[in-house]
């Protein structure tokens, strides 16, 4: 019953829902060449109507000859009509029985060679100090102390953890009841271990730690450990006045205690064992440019090829094409167990079609879009300079897309060039103009900030001020906030950090 006061209303409303394949292909086209080919495994052990392409091509041969001999042997047979909304459009799913249009271009041509070969096992950090640990003799309790901290170490080898949280979990997981002294004790004696200043609890303490078995002859370790242990401030800000009046010294032996410094290991926990060393870029595109000959560099045509770890193979099974036509024949095909048989085969082989699909559409606005970036940043493919202001919505309007699917490729692929490897994002910029009015890139003008700070006086470095002086005098009009903005980008600190006394 509709109280005093309400009412009903009808509304109509038009809303833009993406279907399952939509969805899915969007999911593909944003995956990294490694992801993309797990998703792959993945989907090729849920569905056993796909099949890699490039599998013995005899099975196809005999279930060809077994279909024909079948077809000769039951022509004459009536059978029931297979009802027409069940029907499968064997000529769009297996035409040639493997479909077409898939890229064969491969980016290296030993890369199948490799790409199986398992890689070989590195020690972890963890396990190097786990060993170590094991040579110190540590007692029951020691020993509890050492496993605790180890598996608290940070990613760059820090321990940042407070002890007195360790000491509560072993008296509350162990019943074991750990003094602080002794727990301090554990803590000294791994961080001496190999590399030295690990399980540090700041940058100090790691520095001090390596001072402190520093061989005593090494120039400018006495000054130095002095420097850290009771002038940290003034050596993280760089008072070289200060330090050498209250340190009672020289330039000369302040400059010995730096270059001292210089060769301690400020992230002891990043080493070689270190996972993420272990990562490499593979490249989704290769860009080469052809000239057409040797006197004229500026012409020529651009070679475009797809990893073809991104252009992988793949078929819908004949074997349940032969078994479809199998249970298609029998009379008594109307039966239950037949029908959810037929279902799933036919659910099976439409979600493979969509799936290969969805790769080919991947496919080919990678190449898409890669072939618009080539268009747009020519000069940078032909000669490695002169990189153009480029944004996400340049290259949708060229090839009629949507900004956020450029987006989407962009993000984490990678373009191997004559003059490096470079993420797509690399390319995409915001303009700047110069006082002759041209629009340079943004990137241009990074670069050319970055080589003004590696080339000014350490003794005087530059200040925003003078940088944009600087980039003014090469006619680039940019105010001092903005140096400030892109200098924070580069991740170059402010003048007074970057000074040296070297």
């Given amino acids: 019953m509709i109280g005093p006061g309400q009412r009903l209303n ?263 064992s270190s996972p993420d060393s272990h990562n490499y870029v593979i490249p989704d595109f290769e860009v080469i440019f052809e000239p057409k000959s040797e006197d004229d560099d500026a012409d020529g045509e651009f070679i475009i090829n797809l990893n073809s770890r991104n252009a992988p193979s793949l078929k819908i099974s004949p074997k349940y094409r032969q078994m479809w036509d199998d249970l298609s024949r029998k009379k008594n095909n109307s039966s239950k167990d037949i029908n959810e048989t037929k279902t799933f085969i036919k659910n099976k082989i439409e979600s493979a079609k969509w799936f290969i699909d969805s790769i080919m559409q991947r496919q080919n606005t990678l190449m898409s879009v890669m072939q618009t970036i080539v268009a747009l940043q020519e000069d940078f493919f032909k000669f490695g300079e002169g990189l153009k202001p480029m944004i996400l919505k340049d290259v949708a309007e060229r090839i009629n897309m949507d900004i956020s699917t450029i987006s989407r490729v962009v993000n984490g692929k990678y373009v191997q060039t004559a003059f490096g490897t470079y993420e797509l994002k690399y390319f995409f910029n915001e303009g700047l103009e110069t006082e002759d009015g041209e629009e340079v890139s943004n990137r241009e003008v990074k670069n050319i900030l970055q080589t003004l700070v590696e080339n000014e006086d350490k003794k005087k470095p530059l200040s925003d001020s003078a940088l944009a002086d600087a980039l003014k005098e090469k006619g680039y009009l940019i105010a001092r906030r903005t140096i400030s903005k892109y200098r924070e980008q580069l991740g170059i600190p402010v003048a007074r950090l970057r000074k040296s006394l070297l």
């Avoid at 944003?30 to 495994?41: G, H």
């Avoid at 399980?199 to 002859?217: F, G």
Wanted: proline letters at 5%; one cysteine or more.
């Fill in 10 to 272: 009808l509304k109509q409303s038009l809303q833009q829902r993406l279907s399952p394949q939509q969805i899915q292909y969007i999911k593909l086209l944003q995956l990294p060449t490694l992801a993309l080919e797990q998703r792959i495994k993945e989907e090729m052990e849920l569905n056993p109507v796909l099949e890699d392409g490039e599998s013995d091509s005899d099975d196809l041969h005999d279930v060809n000859s077994e279909e024909s001999d079948q077809d000769n042997a039951t022509e004459s047979e009536e059978t029931e009509a297979v009802d027409e909304h069940e029907e499968i459009d064997w000529e769009s799913f297996l035409a040639d029985d493997e479909l077409e249009g898939m890229p064969n271009s491969r980016y290296n041509p030993e890369e199948e060679e490799w790409r199986d070969l398992p890689k070989p096992y590195h020690e972890s950090l963890l396990e190097e100090l786990e060993k170590q640990v094991g040579l110190l003799a540590f007692n029951d309790r020691e020993q509890l102390v050492a496993d605790q901290i180890l598996g608290s170490l940070d990613s760059d080898g820090y321990f940042r953890r407070d002890l007195n949280a360790i000491i509560d979990s072993i008296a509350f997981n162990d019943g074991v009841l750990i003094m602080e002294e002794e727990a301090e004790h554990v803590l000294r004696q791994i961080q001496r271990l190999d590399p030295p200043g690990i399980a540090a609890r700041d940058l100090r303490e790691c520095l001090l730690i390596q001072l402190e078995i520093m061989d005593e002859e090494t120039p400018g370790r006495n000054t130095a450990f002095t420097m850290l242990s009771e002038h940290w401030d003034l050596f993280e800000k760089k008072h070289f006045d200060k330090l050498t009046k209250k340190l009672n010294i020289d330039e000369d032996s302040l400059r010995d205690a730096y270059e001292c410094i210089q060769l301690l290991d400020p992230k002891p926990g990043f080493t070689e």
